[in-house]
């Protein structure tokens, strides 16, 4: 089962296939061909593996990115075997990836996988994939690079790692050993702690690749490109200039089958912990020494570090939480949160999350950070809104500027990437109106294709032993240390019932008094 399905529409990956005239890819085309390894997925028979990971291995092996002798372990407890998984991954490439113009190629591809089947909570399975390890090598005459993908509840990964570690398979007698361990990484700082110990106590911190998917996207990584190859920015990007700052990361979708992780996770631990406070920080972040991986999380634990922590007694005031009650979608009649297979009745799990942070430095003192994400909310889209302040004198007079807003500078990091400045113009005639227009740049125009899935890029750079957009765990504590006050609040209250929000509504009525006591207002999406 995979903990990490995307939200994404089953996208069709024609554009990926056809990316191969784009420049994204070209930039991808610089990197070396991984060596001669073998790719073990745990929780093979989850979404995570059929809707993304396989589909991007098939992109990368098209475009010539998977090294020459690249096998597939897909490890699960279904009762499958080489070839039945073989035809349900066939199955998902038509689904997922899109349209497939040379059956023979899928063919020779699907054929470098294999099934092993086994409970990963057991050591023995782990074991008899160590000899099947042993066994290709053996076969295939090469050296044993593995890298194992641990696409499986969190609460499993301990006894996942342990078992690694009693099976030999931390590290291999000829070859890289790296394992990749999806979000999130513990449930709290404690547990993240506890989860860390373990994973010390089998593996060096070079061996480990902790995944944030947001951190492979395009529009992610251009957040630093955008801020630091360009001079214009950055004398704006502070406090004198910038009112407050939205962060949204908003999903239609709702559980997607994954009931019981949702109920361990909530949409605190699955996107705000991780993906959200990414951006908060990659958008927050001082300039670092260099483009590398430690300069650049240097400065985004910096960010962590200097968030105001909250009091738990702040809590109530400043983290809304909610939870979807049934409703209609896009004409479709949907049931609510607790209604949804592998939901308690009673679950106090949120489904949408808001909150105000302040980052107490120089920069940013006094700008209000205001992080919303949730499902079954009316769009799909994630971005960043920098709302800037006001010009210091009016000098149009209020009824010419009936419509006007402030300048947004929005970073649309999905789904239609690009970047808009909003700011005020005259209406074209006698009268003197002034109303808001928006500049905009979209990558679709500009590159002429949209960019790569953000696996195929984390994929590779594992495999290539890049850790550079993989997060570190001083981040990854930093993050679950913002966070803890909220939760341990959370807990002493139990399980309430939670304010609720009807499906297709931007989340309960107290997120938009969060702003609205500021004198503020959601962005209208
Ligand atoms: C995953 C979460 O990490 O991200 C999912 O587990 C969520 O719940 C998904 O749907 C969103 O990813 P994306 O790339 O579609 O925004």
Redesign the pocket.
Known sequence: MS??????PPQKKKATMANRQNPLRDGLRLKRTPQPSTLIILGATGDLTKRKLVPSLYSLYIDGFLPQDFRIVAFARRDKNDDIFRNDMRDALREYYGEIDDANRMNRFLSLIHYHRGDFNQPEPHVELAQLLGKLQDERGITGNRLFYLATPPSTYQAIINNLGAAQLNKSPSGWTRVIIE?PFGRDLGSAIELGKVVDSVLTEDQIYRID??LG?ETVQNILVFRFANGIFEPIWNRRYIDHVQIT?A?T?GLEG?GNF?EETGITR??VQ??ALQLFCLFAMEPPAAIDSNAVRNEKVKVLQAVKQFRESDVDELVVRGQYAAGSLMGQQLPGYKEEEGVATDSATETYFAAKFFIDNWRWADVPFYIRAG?RLPK?V?EIAIHFKNAPLQMFSEKARSQVGSNVLALRI?PDEGISLRFDSKVPGPSSLIRPVTMDFRYGTSFGQKPPD?YERLLLDALLGDATLFTRSDENQMAWKLLDPIFNRWNQLGRIELPQYQIGAWGPTQADHLLRNDHREWRRL
């Open positions: 903990n990490c399905l995307q939200n994404s979000k998917h947001y996207k990361v999903e979708l994954r949702f699955d996107i991780n993906h499902k799909r994630t999905q953000a």
